[in-house]
């Protein structure tokens, strides 16, 4: 420490112990303020008080003196340890930018607009549990079909959205809604298995609905099954479609099905996020969520996928472990 900070704090403290006054104690906190614009050490600091002690008190008692190399010795660690949390908060509020702006660019790359389609009402809703979503759902459309993409990473952060800038850059890769569903996926899984880590894999079901034949037609690469609701048998039953995960191997083989919507029968296509919901009790069983379904299938497609996720978040008291993302398709 300069002999200056020196002099200039013996007579601080000189004076704080003649009179221990509030302007004695303003005087120090602004002291204070130039040691740490000096970058002075709290080691240091305590030295300098030690020496200055002993020469305003001269018959300082000796175990009080010693006590202060105590105290230097822990400042020194108390010091160095301070300087890496500071570093590491430091560090952290970086990253939470980073991610953030990461955050906002995924946002805007991978935004896509609900088509509004006649005699068909269409709801989404994608909520990330953290700041990047893992999740995606794209459409495609024309005059009369729409084509839907629900994809889920198996992992999170940014890894998982490059990997679903990949899933991007496939499906604007194609030619229109009527494609099907079968060629997304081949076309798809060969841009994943090329472009993405072997540790990173995908699961992905596209359908598509044509207005005309009120016909849904889909395949799925190792995801979450659909559920198809009946409004004429009030059932729900699951749509079933074999494949692979994206990425694994370059040729897999894809199973395609259809199935022939009446009035007021829907679809819901969905991520694990939904269909692995966990309470306090447990996992939240496939019934539940059927019966949540189930009670506003009345409503509009956009109007039943917030509600589903509102009662799904309180029934996890409102902590979201895992991406959320609800696709319906609705004939009306």
Known sequence: MPQEFKRQYKEILEQYTLRQTEHNLYEGQNFSRQLIQKNISPEEV??????????????????????????????????????????????????????????????TLLKTKIPNM??????????PAQEMNGDYAYFLNDETSVGVAVADVIGKGIPAALCMSMIKYGMDSLTGAKTDPIVVLDVINRIVEKSVSDSMFISMFYGTYNTTRSEF????????????????????????????????????????????????????MMT?????????????????????????????????????????????????????????????
């Open 217 to 268: 037609t889909y395949a799925s690469a190792g995801h979450e099954p659909p559920l198809f609701y009946c409004a004429k048998s009030e059932r729900f039953t699951e749509l079933q479609a074999k494949g692979l995960l994206l990425g694994v191997v370059p040729n897999v083989k894809y199973e395609q099905h259809s199935v022939v919507f009446d009035k007021e029968d829907f679809v819901v």
């Open 118 to 127: 006649f005699g068909l009402d269409i709801g989404m809703i994608s909520v």
């Open 46 to 107: 305590i030295s300098i008080h030690k020496a200055s002690l002993e020469e305003i008190i001269p018959n300082l008692s000796a175990d009080v003196s010693h006590s202060f190399d105590l105290l230097i010795e822990v400042m020194i660690r108390y010091g160095l340890a301070l300087k890496e949390h500071q570093t590491l908060i430091k560090k952290q509020e970086n990253f939470k930018m980073e991610m953030e702006l990461a955050s906002n660019v995924q946002q």
């Open 272 to 332: 694990d996020g939904v269909t692995e919901c966990r309470s306090k009790e447990g996992f939240i069983e496939q019934q539940t969520v059927m019966d949540i379904i189930e009670s506003v299938r009345d409503e509009s497609a956009q109007a039943m996928v917030e509600y589903v996720y509102k009662k799904l978040e309180e029934l996890q008291d409102f902590e979201q472990r895992d991406d959320f993302t609800l696709v319906i398709f609705k004939k009306i």
